[in-house]
T-cell receptor, first 112, second 114 residues
């Protein structure tokens, strides 16, 4: 499986935008970029995913580099509830029904 | 979010006890997963069930025994566990037909083995 690299931790202030980077230099052409997050004492939850184009949903935006070797999860206005561990995961479409491979992710702290 | 429920939420057991963890999904999915999250470690897969058949066993010791009686329910039977098995056990489900390949997780069972 292609590997992702994320910073161990990041800090943000409430109401400010947060940019969470992910490097995936060995990504293959069929790998989708998925983001999950895990709030304290909860199971992971899906945030967003994309292939080549930037994506927006109600939770976040995903900016994908033109060469697809990196991506950035953007939280437009961080809230205290966004404090969580954020995981960047690569998935090939053929991997449906197989395990997600979690790394250590980025621990996001949000201060008021 | 109540799509995937897990019971109990917390469990304390001795090494000689037998207990079971239950997972139920109300999303109409046809794949279910058990993951383990030990302290300070990433989540790691234990088992995958696809269409009620076990398709992956990630070298899990036999003291953990999964059961999938139907597409909505998944159990993890525990017996003669060790203290190092103390962890958060997470259940997830997904639809094999979902083009987004999203997995939906339950809240987990926090297990402590004394």
């Amino acid at each position: 499986d292609a590997k992702t690299t994320q910073p161990n931790s990041m800090e943000s202030n409430e109401e400010e935008p947060v940019h969470l980077p992910c490097n995936h230099s060995t990504i293959s052409g069929t790998d989708y970029i998925h983001w999950y997050r895990q709030l304290p004492s909860q199971g992971p939850e899906y945030v967003i995913h994309g292939l080549t184009s930037n994506v927006n949903n109600r939770m976040a935006s995903l900016a994908i580099a033109e060469d697809r070797k990196s991506s950035t999860l953007i939280l437009h206005r961080a809230t205290l509830r966004d404090a969580a561990v954020y995981y960047c995961i690569l998935r090939d479409w053929s991997q449906a029904g197989t395990a997600l491979i979690f790394g250590k992710g980025t621990t996001l702290s949000v201060s008021s | 979010e109540t799509g995937v429920t897990q019971t109990p939420r917390h469990l304390v057991m001795g090494m000689t006890n037998k207990k079971s963890l239950k997972c139920e999904q109300h999303l109409g999915h046809n794949a279910m997963y058990w993951y383990k999250q030990s302290a300070k470690k990433p989540l790691e897969l234990m088992f995958v069930y696809s269409l009620e058949e076990r398709v992956e066993n990630n070298s899990v010791p036999s003291r953990f025994s999964p059961e999938c009686p139907n597409s909505s329910h998944l159990f993890l039977h525990l017996h003669t566990l060790q203290p190092e098995d103390s962890a958060l056990y997470l259940c997830a489900s997904s639809s094999l037909a979902d083009s987004t390949d999203t997995q939906y997780f339950g809240p987990g069972t926090r297990l402590t083995v004394l």
